[in-house]
């Protein structure tokens, strides 16, 4: 009987619930508190759609943030900053998230060279500044941007935009710099009919030369 009892008690123990096997994979980051992540540890790579970016346009700067595993991180903030060395027109501003680790701004550059490009990362209390970015622009000279721009303060304008109401600023610079021109060249124009007139109106009164009074005839 006793050995009946403890065969029943061992394959009652055998269908007990077994517990399942750790993942393998990876931990997800990208929603780790940023009170825990220290922004000097992180890798930051910037992603450019072109070799060349055309001056004046509007394109769009990329940012992918990952851990030492190589897992993509969600940060607090991350600010791409970009002029040229010995120059003051930055082009500036706040990059959106727009999926795991990975930010994005679009922002216009004033002029043809090569511009340098930092991208400050906050995690909690703590921020780095990564450096040693390049990007190369061709074109001409955009005055409306020489002074530099600021999509926090001016509004970024992504190409879906342009035409609509968010452009409504951008419009206007340029709108202001072409009247500027336009004026410039109107008065340009009017100084040289003035000039004309002046000018044409003294020949005109000027008498022909009388060539019998010259000495030379016979």
Known sequence: MVVVVFVFAFILAGCGTKEAPPSSSPP???SKSSEKIDPATLAVALKTDEPVYPTGEFKP???EIKDATGQPVDVDKVYYFMNMEGMHHPTEGTM?????GSYELFLPLAMPGEWYAEITV???DKSHTFTGYHVQAEGKHYQQYMKGYNADELGEIPPDDIGGSDNTDHNGMNDEHSNTDDHADDE???MNDRSKDEYGSTEHDQKEPNHGDTGHGS
């Open 28 to 30: 997800d980051t990208s």
């Open 61 to 63: 700067y990329r940012v």
């Open 96 to 100: 959106r998230h727009i999926g795991p």
């Open 122 to 124: 906050e995690a909690g």
């Open 188 to 190: 340009h124009s009017s």
